[in-house]
């Protein structure tokens, strides 16, 4: 039979668009959301083995899943103490070095590289394979330079003692601020900066600031990702950076643990030229966990900061503020602003002022349950009455306005074994009744209302209800 009408070949009469669209899906894995996360990744994560697999089927797999498997790279550039796991990430790293290598055209098929720094808790062992691997890092920021995505994560640094002896971890200040100006001189398609940071290695603002200084107003990064500043900085680095407001290319600002006070923020804020988006978040773990922050945020602050970029702001995130109530936030005024995402910890339910969160243009209103300290679960008690009568004040608010509100979005994954008294309990009522009559009430001005999947049946709920 003619290797054409073979149907063991089929696949293969296929061109190349689509067959890549088959092997591209065969070698993902599913992509997994958290919360408001609904965004369709640029890039999904990648099944390897069954990517090496599809490889060494054929020369013509090989040609299109090769680019699927060297996408996303990973370096772990150092650990410490011999245990399994980070020999096994320093033997990884070090072949993947070796083949990069030897074969430069691999280079340009990484769209997404993360270089990570880890303490494992041990001391030091001067002979472990797994220390001090930044060279291959640098060596990647500048092979790799069709990157989009870089993310540089540092997980305590600097120097520890344990046992009595000395650890010495990378990256200090300097390594990372060398590590983002390798970036930004070699990756001229680089869209995303991810920088995760927390406890002895977070970040200080102005290494930040002298990484990026090199950035032209025409470069391509877009999205500055921060989590752990420290309280590093002073008046004169804010002056500095404000004399440089409206000259980055960036319009994506994502906070998170930002330890620093408003001088800093809003500096920080005036940087780019046109902001479009703007998350901010202080979890209630980091004011334990990290550095205290020099300003207890709250959403009349941070008002206030964005005011500097009202005509541009497309999207507002703020959350797990720690600082409770709508005073001093007033959104009405923001006429680009198209989705306001705001944490039901941060609102609080006094409806007083609710009417301040209807910006003429805003189409997506989304409210998070997640509760500040995140190590306490959700509760099916935490959509109540209140909840129901504030989000009910909010939609009539919208309706009497006659803005642009096309949907509501309520993020509520309760768990079914959170601490309830039985008389909480047996007042209950289901919650996502309560969303559903909501949703009947407002669905005739044109406003749908969606929540998550329930996550406790009708069922489970009346028996626990009904149960002992």
Same mark, same amino acid.
């Given at each position: 039979?003619?290797?054409?009408?073979?149907?063991?070949?089929?696949?293969?009469?296929?061109?190349?668009?689509?067959?890549?669209?088959?092997?591209?899906?065969?070698?993902?894995?599913?992509?997994?959301?958290?919360?408001?996360?609904?965004?369709?990744?640029?890039?999904?994560?990648?099944?390897?083995?069954?990517?090496?697999?599809?490889?060494?089927?054929?020369?013509?797999?090989?040609?299109?899943?090769?680019?699927?498997?060297?996408?996303?790279?990973?370096?772990?550039?150092?650990?410490?103490?011999?245990?399994?796991?980070?020999?096994?990430?320093?033997?990884? *790293?070090?072949?993947?070095?070796?083949?990069?290598? *030897?074969?430069?055209?691999?280079?340009?098929?990484? @769209?997404?590289?993360?270089?990570?720094?880890?303490?494992?808790?041990?001391?030091?062992?001067?002979? /472990?394979?797994?220390?001090?691997?930044?060279?291959?890092?640098?060596?990647?920021?500048?092979?790799?330079?069709?990157?989009?995505?870089?993310?540089?994560?540092?997980?305590? /640094?600097?120097?520890?003692?344990?046992?009595?002896?000395?650890?010495?971890?990378?990256?200090?200040?300097?390594?990372?601020?060398?590590?983002?100006?390798?970036?930004?001189?070699?990756?001229?398609?680089?869209?995303?900066?991810?920088?995760?940071?927390?406890?002895?290695?977070?970040?200080?603002?102005?290494?930040?600031?002298?990484?990026?200084?090199?950035?032209?107003?025409?470069?391509?990064?877009?999205?500055?990702?921060?989590?752990?500043?420290?309280?590093?900085?002073?008046?004169?680095?804010?002056?500095?950076?404000?004399?440089?407001?409206?000259?980055?290319?960036?319009?994506?600002?994502?906070?998170?643990?930002?330890?620093?006070?408003?001088?800093?923020?809003?500096?920080?804020?005036?940087?780019?030229?046109?902001? *479009?988006?703007?998350?901010?978040?202080?979890?209630?773990?980091?004011?334990?966990?990290?550095?205290?922050?020099?300003?207890?945020?709250?959403?009349?602050?941070?008002?206030?900061?964005?005011?500097?970029?009202?005509?541009?702001?497309?999207?507002?995130?703020?959350?797990?503020?720690?600082?409770?109530?709508?005073?001093?936030?007033?959104?009405?005024?923001?006429?680009?602003?198209?989705?306001?995402?705001?944490?039901?910890?941060?609102?609080?339910?006094?409806?007083?002022?609710?009417?301040?969160?209807?910006?003429?243009?805003?189409?997506?209103?989304?409210?998070?349950?997640?509760?500040?300290?995140?190590?306490?679960?959700?509760?099916?008690?935490?959509?109540?009455?209140?909840?129901?009568?504030?989000?009910?004040?909010?939609?009539?608010?919208?309706?009497?306005?006659?803005?642009?509100? @096309?949907?509501?979005?309520?993020?509520?994954?309760?768990?079914?074994?959170?601490?309830? *008294?039985?008389?909480?309990?047996?007042?209950?009522?289901?919650?996502?009744?309560?969303?559903?009559?909501?949703?009947?009430?407002?669905?005739?001005?044109?406003?749908?209302?969606?929540?998550?999947?329930?996550?406790?049946?009708?069922?489970?709920?009346?028996?626990?209800?009904?149960?002992?």
């Amino acid at each position: 039979m003619a290797l054409g009408q073979s149907p063991t070949t089929a696949i293969l009469r296929l061109p190349d668009e689509l067959l890549a669209s088959v092997l591209q899906e065969s070698v993902h894995v599913e992509y997994k959301f958290w919360r408001d996360d609904d965004s369709e990744p640029f890039l999904k994560p990648c099944d390897a083995a069954t990517a090496r697999a599809l490889i060494s089927t054929c020369r013509r797999f090989q040609r299109l899943v090769t680019p699927l498997l060297y996408a996303h790279i990973e370096v772990r550039c150092n650990g410490a103490g011999r245990g399994e796991r980070e020999v096994a990430n320093a033997r990884r *790293t070090r072949l993947l070095h070796r083949t990069f290598r *030897t074969n430069t055209s691999l280079w340009m098929h990484c @769209r997404r590289l993360e270089i990570g720094f880890s303490y494992g808790g041990k001391p030091l062992d001067r002979e /472990s394979p797994v220390q001090n691997l930044m060279y291959i890092a640098c060596d990647c920021l500048n092979w790799l330079t069709n990157t989009i995505d870089l993310r540089i994560i540092a997980l305590p /640094s600097g120097l520890l003692e344990e046992d009595g002896l000395t650890t010495v971890l990378l990256p200090t200040g300097d390594d990372l601020c060398y590590l983002i100006r390798l970036a930004t001189d070699n990756l001229p398609h680089l869209r995303h900066l991810d920088l995760h940071t927390c406890n002895e290695a977070m970040l200080a603002l102005p290494t930040v600031i002298a990484g990026l200084s090199g950035l032209k107003p025409n470069a391509c990064l877009r999205t500055l990702d921060l989590s752990g500043i420290t309280h590093i900085g002073t008046d004169d680095d804010w002056k500095l950076l404000r004399a440089q407001a409206g000259t980055s290319p960036l319009s994506v600002l994502k906070l998170r643990n930002f330890t620093q006070g408003v001088q800093a923020l809003e500096a920080l804020v005036l940087w780019p030229a046109k902001l *479009t988006s703007f998350e901010f978040s202080m979890p209630f773990s980091d004011h334990y966990s990290g550095e205290g922050p020099l300003t207890r945020y709250n959403l009349g602050v941070l008002q206030q900061v964005l005011l500097h970029q009202k005509n541009h702001i497309c999207y507002i995130g703020l959350q797990e503020l720690v600082n409770q109530g709508l005073y001093g936030f007033d959104v009405t005024d923001f006429h680009s602003l198209k989705t306001l995402t705001l944490g039901h910890d941060t609102t609080g339910t006094d409806s007083s002022s609710i009417a301040n969160l209807v910006a003429p243009n805003c189409e997506v209103f989304c409210w998070d349950m997640v509760l500040e300290d995140q190590q306490c679960p959700e509760k099916l008690g935490s959509f109540n009455q209140p909840e129901e009568d504030w989000l009910r004040a909010f939609a009539q608010a919208a309706i009497a306005r006659k803005s642009a509100l @096309r949907h509501i979005k309520v993020l509520y994954y309760p768990e079914s074994d959170a601490y309830l *008294t039985e008389e909480a309990l047996k007042s209950l009522e289901y919650p996502w009744d309560r969303m559903d009559r909501l949703a009947q009430e407002i669905q005739p001005y044109g406003i749908h209302l969606s929540y998550s999947a329930p996550n406790i049946s009708r069922g489970e709920f009346d028996e626990m209800v009904s149960g002992p």
